[in-house]
């Protein structure tokens, strides 16, 4: 399985920005199908973005309405998380996930790896 490792969380403010980075073992990337998940305290682990390995995206609108975006380097085999205009809301704890290769699903049950996540705190 593939041994991912989020990084790039922190304790912001509102407005600011965050990058988060995955990274995956060796042409994971290059193969399987990358999310995002974050998971806020009491509440479900809620899909955020996903990209596939022939770069296809797709995002939960309602949640980040635009504000973030997925992105991939296959010859570092890193995915990263651009997240701008932060807002309290967004705190939460987040999570890469890898799926098998396909087209990039919002289904929290089709990825079976996933990393230990990291915090995400934005206070007003």
């Known amino acids: 399985q593939a041994q991912l490792v989020e990084s790039g969380g922190g304790s912001v403010q509102t407005g600011d920005s965050l990058m988060l980075s995955c990274a995956a073992p060796?042409?994971?990337?290059?193969?399987?199908?990358m999310g995002w998940f974050r998971q806020a305290p009491g509440k479900e682990r809620e899909f955020i973005a996903a990209?596939?390995?022939?770069?296809?995206?797709?995002y939960n609108v309602e949640a980040v309405k635009g504000r973030f975006a997925i992105s991939r380097d296959s010859a570092k085999s890193m995915v990263y998380l651009r997240m701008n205009s932060l807002t309290p809301e967004d705190t939460a704890v987040y999570f890469c996930?890898?799926?098998?290769?396909?087209?990039?699903?919002?289904?929290?049950?089709?990825?079976?790896?996933w990393g230990q996540g990291t915090q995400v705190t934005v206070s007003s």
């Open positions: 996930a890898a799926a098998q290769p396909g087209s990039p699903s919002r289904e929290r049950t089709s990825y079976d790896n």
């Open positions: 060796p042409r994971a990337v290059m193969w399987y199908t």
């Open positions: 990209i596939s390995r022939i770069g296809t995206s797709t």
